[in-house]
């Protein structure tokens, strides 16, 4: 190997190469994995501390993948990013949520908000909102039933055009939500202009309440956000709750609801299913 300490790429490292490669690979398999149907969604409840009722489910997909097996969005999605894959994949992905949503729905009873993660790709997409306003259509989902997660950086991204995307996807009736909450860095002034419905407190926030420890700087910072999005009239969503323990601090703070594997983890619209029933 070449070495020089001031050239980045001199110094030739197999291993690195060889997950550069794998990288590449799986990326290049992406769209005829989409066309195969290799990808599905699980669902993660979403529930009300005031009395635990199931108040919605978040769509999260996943890869079966023939050769590695089950793979976690966080193997694909910056992959699928890069190459624009997740244009469609989104599409995709919004589609078979709300055509659950929409069976649901047909339950009766209190139906579940759909929560579709949506990237900054998506929302700067020229057909965005007929695009999601003829899924809706063609599923049947009324619009109430569905809310887009979009991240702070998704969000501080779009300006003008997406943005106005955003206005017109709120006056069909869809929900936003600003996914990851607190994590980014952002001014907050955006929030002013925003038509969100929603706050999501990431759950690297949740990880550090302790019961014994009212006055902890995450202690602290959870009852800020919560403050702050009550100050707006949003929701707030506690992701990552584990424990009886965090999830009584969050109620202590004020916080709405919760989803987390204290509940239960993601998995088959099934296990929503049995839930609604
Ligand atoms: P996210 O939107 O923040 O989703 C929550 C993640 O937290 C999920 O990871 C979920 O499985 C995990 N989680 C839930 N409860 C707990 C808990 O109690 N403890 C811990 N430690 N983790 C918990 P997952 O499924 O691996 O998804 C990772 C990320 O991939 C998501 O983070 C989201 O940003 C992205 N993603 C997933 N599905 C989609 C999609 O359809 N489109 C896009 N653009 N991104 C997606
Ligand atoms: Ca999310
Ligand atoms: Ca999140």
Redesign the pocket.
Same mark, same amino acid.
């Given at each position: 190997a070449k070495v020089d300490g001031k050239n980045r790429w001199a110094c030739f490292d197999p291993e690195r190469n060889a997950r550069e490669i794998a990288r590449i690979t799986l990326s290049a398999s992406m769209p005829a994995a989409l066309e195969r149907d290799e990808f599905y969604? +699980?669902y993660?409840p979403i529930v009300r501390f005031s009395d635990g009722t199931l108040i919605g489910a978040?769509?999260? %997909?996943?890869w079966a993948h023939p050769e590695f097996g089950r793979l976690?969005? +966080?193997r694909f999605?910056g992959l699928a990013e890069e190459t624009g894959l997740?244009v469609s994949?989104?599409r995709w %992905?919004l589609t078979t949520a709300c055509r659950q949503a929409a069976e649901w729905a047909r339950l009766g009873g209190i139906a579940p908000v759909v929560s579709?993660?949506?990237?900054a790709r998506?929302v700067e997409e020229p057909g965005v909102v007929d695009d999601i306003a003829n899924v809706l259509r063609d599923t049947g989902l009324p619009p109430t039933s569905l809310q887009l997660?979009l991240?702070e950086s998704a969000i501080m991204g779009t300006t003008g055009e997406p943005l106005g995307a955003l206005h017109k996807l709120v006056d069909l009736g869809v929900r936003i939500a600003i996914?990851?909450f607190g994590t980014g860095y952002s001014n907050l002034a955006y929030l002013r202009h925003l038509p969100v419905h929603a706050l999501k407190i990431?759950?690297s926030f949740v990880e550090g309440l302790r019961a014994d420890e009212p006055d902890s700087v995450d202690s602290q910072i959870v009852h800020a956000l919560v403050s702050l999005a009550h100050t707006l009239r949003l929701d707030v969503v506690a992701?990552?709750?584990?424990t009886r323990d965090q999830a009584d601090r969050l109620t202590a703070l004020g916080c709405d609801s919760a989803?987390?594997?204290?509940y239960a983890?993601?998995g088959p619209p099934e296990e929503i299913t049995r839930w609604l029933r």
């Amino acid at each position: 190997a070449k070495v020089d300490g001031k050239n980045r790429w001199a110094c030739f490292d197999p291993e690195r190469n060889a997950r550069e490669i794998a990288r590449i690979t799986l990326s290049a398999s992406m769209p005829a994995a989409l066309e195969r149907d290799e990808f599905y969604v +699980d669902y993660q409840p979403i529930v009300r501390f005031s009395d635990g009722t199931l108040i919605g489910a978040e769509a999260l %997909v996943r890869w079966a993948h023939p050769e590695f097996g089950r793979l976690g969005p +966080d193997r694909f999605i910056g992959l699928a990013e890069e190459t624009g894959l997740i244009v469609s994949l989104g599409r995709w %992905v919004l589609t078979t949520a709300c055509r659950q949503a929409a069976e649901w729905a047909r339950l009766g009873g209190i139906a579940p908000v759909v929560s579709v993660n949506l990237a900054a790709r998506q929302v700067e997409e020229p057909g965005v909102v007929d695009d999601i306003a003829n899924v809706l259509r063609d599923t049947g989902l009324p619009p109430t039933s569905l809310q887009l997660e979009l991240t702070e950086s998704a969000i501080m991204g779009t300006t003008g055009e997406p943005l106005g995307a955003l206005h017109k996807l709120v006056d069909l009736g869809v929900r936003i939500a600003i996914d990851d909450f607190g994590t980014g860095y952002s001014n907050l002034a955006y929030l002013r202009h925003l038509p969100v419905h929603a706050l999501k407190i990431a759950g690297s926030f949740v990880e550090g309440l302790r019961a014994d420890e009212p006055d902890s700087v995450d202690s602290q910072i959870v009852h800020a956000l919560v403050s702050l999005a009550h100050t707006l009239r949003l929701d707030v969503v506690a992701e990552g709750v584990e424990t009886r323990d965090q999830a009584d601090r969050l109620t202590a703070l004020g916080c709405d609801s919760a989803q987390g594997w204290l509940y239960a983890k993601p998995g088959p619209p099934e296990e929503i299913t049995r839930w609604l029933r």
